[in-house]
C-alpha cells in the first residue's frame, strides 16, 4: 500500500470538504496549510515520506492561494535535494462560479509537481453529468456557488475527488511494486 499525503489550503471550509473526500478515496493523511501559509516540521517530515502526495487549494482571482504558493515556494527545499523526484502528484480546486479559472490552479499544481520531477496523475473519468461534471481532465475540479456553505458542494463533485483520490494512491502503489 502506498503512503499518499493531501496537502491543501481552504480559506472558507470548501477545499477542505473535498479534500476530505480525496484523502478518503486515497486513504492518505490530510495536512493543512494554515492561514499563515504554514505546515509544521512533522507535516514536512509526512510529505518526504509519502509515495504521492495530492496539492489542494482554492482557485482565488485565477490562481492558487497565496498561502499555498507560499508553502509551494517553502517546498524549494526539498528540490535542492530531489527529495520529491519520482512521487507520485495529483492536484484540485474549487471556486465559486463554473470556469472561475480554476485551470490555472490545476496547471500550476502540474508546474510545481514537474520542477520537483514528481509523476502527474490526471482525471480519466469521462463527464456523465455526475462525475466530473465540469469536465476536467488535468484533475479535480469542483464548484459552489459563491455565497453557498461548504455542505453545499455537488455530490458529484465530491464523488469524483473521492474517485480522484483512490486513482492516485493506486497508481502510486503500482509505482511502488
Known amino acids: 500500500m502506498a503512503k499518499v499525503a493531501v496537502v491543501f489550503h481552504s480559506g472558507y471550509g470548501h477545499t477542505q470538504r473535498v479534500a476530505q473526500f480525496v484523502a478518503e478515496g486515497a486513504s492518505a493523511e490530510l495536512i493543512t496549510i494554515d492561514a499563515n501559509g504554514d505546515i509544521t516540521d512533522a507535516q514536512w517530515a509526512t510529505l518526504d515520506a509519502a509515495d504521492a502526495v495530492i496539492f489542494g487549494s482554492p482557485t482565488y482571482m485565477g490562481m ?6 507560499k508553502f509551494a515556494d517553502a517546498s524549494s527545499k526539498r528540490w535542492f ?9 495529483g492536484g484540485f480546486t474549487i471556486s465559486a462560479s463554473p470556469s472561475g479559472d480554476k485551470l490555472s490552479t490545476i496547471q500550476y499544481f502540474i508546474t510545481l509537481s514537474q520542477q520537483h520531477g514528481m509523476i502527474w496523475v490526471g482525471q480519466p ?7 466530473n461534471r465540469i469536465g ?4 479535480v475540479m469542483a464548484q459552489v456557488g459563491p455565497t453557498s456553505p461548504a455542505e453545499d458542494i455537488p455530490q458529484g463533485d465530491l464523488d469524483t475527488a473521492k474517485a480522484y483520490g483512490a486513482r492516485v494512491a493506486s497508481i502510486a502503489a503500482k509505482l511502488k511494486a
Open 125 to 131: 473519468a469521462m463527464n456523465d453529468g455526475i462525475i
Open 136 to 139: 476536467s481532465n488535468s484533475g
Open 81 to 89: 535535494t530531489s527529495a520529491w523526484k519520482d512521487k507520485v502528484a
Open 64 to 69: 492558487a492561494s497565496w498561502q499555498f504558493k
